[in-house]
């Protein structure tokens, strides 16, 4: 297998970002719909919750890691 070169990652950024904001969006719709249907969330706003501190978290130890 070949390296990505500089292209080919800031492609794969770009459709991170999208597929992250519309997973993001998608779940905090189904979050809010079933809070407003039913009265409280489903395990949907935990995967929602989960998958946002995993990012920003990783984010954090990325830049500490990129800064020494």
Excluded: C, P, Q
């Amino acid at each position: 297998m070949r390296k990505a070169d500089e292209m080919e990652k800031a492609h794969n950024d770009k459709s991170a970002k999208n597929a992250f904001l519309f997973y993001t969006a998608a779940l905090l719709i189904w979050s809010m719909y079933d809070l407003f249907t039913k009265g409280k969330t489903g395990w949907e706003f935990t995967v929602l919750l989960i998958g946002n501190a995993i990012f920003f978290w990783t984010r954090v130890a990325y830049d500490r890691k990129t800064r020494e």
